[in-house]
């Protein structure tokens, strides 16, 4: 693929002719957003092919599909950890719990197949997603329960009795 290849306004199918007059992009979004996009997405996907998280940061990583979005709240008597895996089947999940952090890990796959007027486009990926979420001291993983339903994973680990007890409440008072 030649650089000139992934200039959004510059068409490769030109005649030679330079095409400057034409829009950059039809629905008048920035070209040199879109070339940064295609360019990340470009590396991105050279690097999973590692098996390796994304390298980057910021908002381009907040879709990154080997760290799958997870909540954790504080219940009162247990601590709820829900994790967003869509793609993934039950039996394909994992859940550990050792050195005070609890690890969830999938095997993802996805397949797509489009035919329309002449041409025929398959797709296929797999690849795992992982996250561990570090958990406070106290809490009772023997009692944990998990669920899932809909692509979302319900993890419910109950908290100890002295763990329970040991919360105390501080007044807040106008300053």
Known sequence: MRVSELIPWRSSRSSGSDRRDVPARRDGGDPLGALQSEINRVFDSF??????????????????????????????????????????????????????ALTIRGEK?????????????????????ERTVPLPDGIDFDSAQASFRNGVLTITIPKTAEAQSAVRRIPVQRG
Do not use: C, H, K, M
Not at 69 to 96: C, Y
């Open 109 to 129: 796959t996805s397949e797509r197949e489009d035919q329309d007027s002449g041409y025929v486009l398959r797709e296929r990926s797999f690849g795992v997603i």
């Open 47 to 100: 690097w999973r092919g590692f098996d390796l998280p994304t390298l980057g940061g910021g908002a381009s990583d907040l879709g990154n599909e080997n760290l799958p979005r997870v909540d954790v709240r504080d219940t009162g008597p247990a601590i709820e950890v829900v994790a967003e895996l869509p793609g993934t089947e039950p039996g394909d999940i994992e859940v550990s719990f050792s050195d005070g």
